[in-house]
């Protein structure tokens, strides 16, 4: 199994209501695809403008991130904002971290 780079991540709206889980080869390139969908219906992310990123992990290999993307999609609202707190206790957006 080859090493890459996978990120699981968690992206919020400009509110902090929404939460978001996803996986990516290219964070910089998904939080633009995020922003650029903004208020678009089709998808979730775009339906309610999360595009803010405030919480995220690297993973060397497809399969981990994959799993654990489906893991922390499977839990409850609290048990994710205690994940989020754990790195970003100040619920900071750190996309400018990212694509800086």
Same mark, same amino acid.
């Given at each position: ?28 390139? @998904?939080?633009? =695809?995020?922003?650029?969908? +903004? ?7 775009? !339906? ?19 799993? @654990?993307?489906? =893991?922390?999609?499977?839990? +409850? ?7 989020? !707190? ?15």
């Amino acid at each position: 199994m080859s090493e890459y780079a996978f990120y699981v991540y968690i992206v919020t709206n400009p509110e902090k209501t929404v939460l978001y889980t996803g996986m990516t080869n290219d964070l910089v390139r @998904r939080l633009q =695809e995020h922003y650029e969908s +903004r208020g678009q219906p089709q998808t979730f992310a775009g !339906k309610y403008y999360c595009h803010r990123l405030i919480y995220w992990e690297h993973h060397r290999y497809v399969r981990n991130a994959i799993s @654990r993307e489906k =893991e922390i999609k499977g839990w +409850r609202r609290e048990k994710k904002i205690e994940l989020i !707190k754990s790195m970003n206790p100040d619920w900071r957006f750190l996309n400018d971290e990212i694509q800086s």
